[in-house]
């Protein structure tokens, strides 16, 4: 079975500074996506970053890189220059293949940004 | 810009009153997802449709139903709301089934059981 792990309680960070939000996760397939979504207060949940299990570097999306370690089972998220408007919930999450592929969630990380 | 629209935004419904909820994609995307959501939960997927092909989870209940009569349009049909089910309810879409397909999601209509 599948299974996404985040364990952090609300994270704080100041402006400007980086940000690592912490992702473990569980599978027996070889072939499996990480995906991390951002979900603010409004509710709509944003795709920020993708990471392929055979993808040789490490994904990066502007300001959001992901530090994945395959031998530990971790995607962790990166945010570099943190912004207020990046506190949100963030949730990581896994596909495995097949017809039914579905996107595995963790329980989310709170992420409240300081002025 | 192409995207994934939900209608409405904030729905209330009395107790057993059925209700529908809106979801409609410009990404000519295959595959379209519900998924339910509590508060300070992980979404959890209800279905999903690759194409016309219907795909419930073993833990939906039957309360749940949805139709899709077109690539861009899929509903949400809750027969008989209860308090439990008050929630927000999140589309999404993706182009395939698959490890590295992306999924795309609309800004989620809140549900209100009074």
Redesign the interface.
Known sequence: AQKITQTQPGMFVQEKEAVTLDCTYDTSDPSYGLFWYKQPSSGEMIFLIYQGSYDQQNATEGRYSLNFQKARKSANLVISASQLGDSAMYFCAMRNPGANSKLTFGKGITLSVRP | DAMVIQNPRYQVTQFGKPVTLSCSQTLNHNVMYWYQQKSS???K?LF?Y?DKDF?N?ADTPDNFQSRRPNTSFCFLDIRSPGLGDAA?Y?C?TSTR????????????T?LLVL
């Open positions: 939960q992980a979404p997927l999903h690759y795909n989870e927000m999140l999404a089934r698959g490890a590295g397909e992306t999924q795309y999601f609309g800004p989620g809140r």
